[in-house]
């Protein structure tokens, strides 16, 4: 039986993971995932991602609106800032961009240069930790968790 709060229901419990579209993990990359994410203490679960040549190409990369709306939107508002993106075990990071842009969080200014630096590639699955800076602010880390899962027969 679940522990309700003193309202009388259940507390909501916040996911740990949101999956971008269509993205599909390993039992062995769901783990590692997660236990990424329990290191994180953002509460903003980690977003993962299967890296799309869209993500690759483009000077941008862009997380789902629901994801924005839901845990971004209310840290930055309408407004951009700069942020500081590490990859994987990386102590000094790349500053990019954080940008609102119709609803949807977008990583600008040096994502091409941080995607080629780290030999992050289309079919990566990437799992974006948001982290809380002493200041306040946001940082990011992304880790790659491997390759796309091949479907079964």
């Known amino acids: ?31 590692a995932a997660l236990g990424l994410s329990s290191t994180c203490g953002s509460g903003i679960p980690a977003y993962i991602c ?4 869209s993500n690759i190409v483009k000077r941008q990369m862009a997380f789902s609106r629901q994801f924005s709306k839901r845990y971004i939107f209310a840290r930055l508002g309408t ?12 102590l ?7 940008s609102m842009v119709h609803g949807e969080l977008r990583l600008l200014g040096g994502w091409p240069l941080f995607v080629k630096n780290h030999r992050i590639e289309a079919g990566h ?8 800076e002493e200041e306040g602010d946001l940082s990011l880390r992304v880790h790659v968790l491997g390759t796309v899962p091949l479907p079964i027969i």
Do not use: I
């Open 50 to 53: 299967t890296m799309k040549k």
């Open 79 to 90: 407004y951009g800032c700069e942020t500081k993106v590490f990859a994987g075990r990386d």
């Open 1 to 31: 039986m679940e522990a309700q709060g003193s309202t009388g229901f259940a507390p909501v419990v916040e996911p740990k993971l949101w999956y971008g579209d269509r993205t599909r993990l390993t039992p062995k990359q769901e783990e």
């Open 92 to 98: 000094f990071g790349s500053k990019l961009n954080f």
């Open 125 to 132: 699955v990437c799992a974006f930790m948001f982290e809380e």
